[in-house]
């Protein structure tokens, strides 16, 4: 059965090493047959969110006009969701993190949802990227039965387009088409 699968890719940079695995994954996750949209996050208006606490205590939605709702909206509504962020000073980026607060919203309707995560670091030691894992895994420990599937670990690879030449593109494209 296919399945509706939303990757978001937290890379400032169009095409660069984590997005390239976005890529991959997605291109198996098709060939497989699944649904698929990739939101490039730099695309989109996401504002930190404020604190004003309208969602969590008066059960409204969030009072700030961009597009973190639609965001939102569409990792209710799949299936699967797939997290990829560069890796800086060994944590997600700032623009991850922004849309990962910015769940606190609706974060309770994102039930029986798999997971899959894609980073993409200069560190060539895989442990040295637990801690931006466990940043992930702080977000899925809030929802109710997450599923974590897997995890591309792209080390070494710090200039744009280093990813190319790793066995990690095979890894994100073999994963998605696993599905």
Not at 42 to 63: E, R
Not at 85 to 94: E, I, N, Q
Not at 108 to 136: L, W
Not at 164 to 175: D, I, N, S, V
Request: proline share 4%; with cysteine; charged share 25%.
């Amino acid at each position: 059965m296919a399945k509706k699968v939303l990757i978001i890719s937290s890379s400032p940079r169009r095409g660069g090493n984590s997005d390239m695995l976005c890529d991959e994954f997605m291109k198996g996750a098709l060939e497989a047959g699944n649904e698929v949209e990739k939101i490039f996050l730099k695309d989109k208006t996401v504002h930190p969110c404020t604190g004003c606490s309208v969602c969590s205590m008066y059960g409204k939605p969030c009072p700030q006009k961009d597009d973190a709702d639609e965001i939102v909206g569409k990792m209710i509504a799949a299936n699967v969701i797939v997290l990829a962020t560069p890796v800086y000073f060994y944590t997600m980026c700032g623009q991850m993190k922004i849309m990962i607060d910015r769940c606190c919203a609706r974060y309770t309707e994102m039930s029986d949802k798999e997971f899959y995560f894609i980073i993409a670091a200069a560190e060539e030691n895989k442990g040295m990227m637990e801690r931006t894992i466990d940043g992930f895994r702080g977000f899925l420990d809030c929802l109710e039965r997450p599923q974590e599937k897997g995890t591309v670990y792209g080390i070494g690879a710090w200039k744009v387009g280093e990813i190319k030449e790793t066995p990690y593109m095979l890894e994100a494209y073999e994963m998605g088409k696993q599905l």
